[in-house]
């Protein structure tokens, strides 16, 4: 399976790039306490540091505000996925535990401010392109509505879109049973391909050390 940039995307972004990690032979289970306390722990550094500073100021955010505007999406309506958890948390609606993988998804999208993806492997079929989505892209999403992804940056398959910056799909949501996934870190466009190599693979290596497994990373743009 590849993982490819659509040129028109490329063209609209051209410093556009992602972090793609393969997992397979993982196990998903409740949350270990210490990944349950520290992003309870990072929750509530993050509440504070909200009483001083601005949401729409934290650099990730603003970036991918930018991203957005760029595709033709209207942030203040469609935010960033990374942007809805902090908004949650500037209202102490803290982000409860629900797996492994979801909470270390979480957790790594608050500490690099960018949006993650995580996919079940074995709902993917053919390769997968991140793309700016047509009028006939949809999906049901994990927010409970059936999202159209016209102008958004969106992942998908030869099945359609399955994920996005935004909200991800049902069909290919990880759960307690999944033991292969695709995780995409959608990166600040001026992230450096040094720092998205190290970043990408720190990421990785955690969440194998969670999960057990191997994976396999690479750097798209």
């Known amino acids: 399976m590849e993982v490819q940039i659509d040129s028109i995307l490329r063209d609209k972004i051209p410093n556009f790039k992602a972090g793609i990690i393969f997992y397979k032979n993982i196990v998903v289970s409740d949350s270990p306490q210490m ?3 520290r992003l309870q722990l990072f929750q509530e550094s993050i509440f504070f540091d909200l009483q001083d500073n601005e949401i729409s100021d934290i650099s990730g ?3 991918w505000r930018q991203a957005f505007k760029t595709t033709g999406t209207n942030p203040s309506r469609y935010r960033p996925s990374v942007e809805a958890l902090y908004r949650r948390i500037s209202k102490q609606n803290y982000i409860q535990p629900v797996h492994s993988a979801i909470d270390l998804n ?3 999208s608050l500490q690099y401010e960018v949006p993650i993806g995580i996919y079940n492997l074995d709902q993917i079929e053919g390769d997968v392109t991140i ?3 047509a009028e006939t892209d949809q999906y049901d999403g994990l927010n409970g509505r059936s999202n159209t992804m016209k102008g958004m940056i969106t992942s998908g398959d ?4 399955f994920g996005s910056p935004f909200v991800d799909s049902e069909r290919t ?3 307690g049973t999944t033991t292969s996934a695709l995780q995409i870190i959608y990166l600040k466009p001026s ?4 720092e998205a ?3 990408t693979q720190s990421l990785m290596k955690m969440f194998l050390q969670v999960h057990g497994g191997e994976g396999v990373y690479t750097i798209i743009n």
């Open 35 to 37: 990944v349950k306390g």
């Open 61 to 63: 955010i603003k970036e």
């Open 106 to 108: 979480n957790f790594f």
């Open 131 to 133: 793309k700016i989505g």
């Open 158 to 161: 030869r099945n359609g879109p």
């Open 173 to 175: 949501k990880v759960t």
């Open 191 to 194: 992230t450096s391909l040094v």
């Open 197 to 199: 190599d190290k970043l």
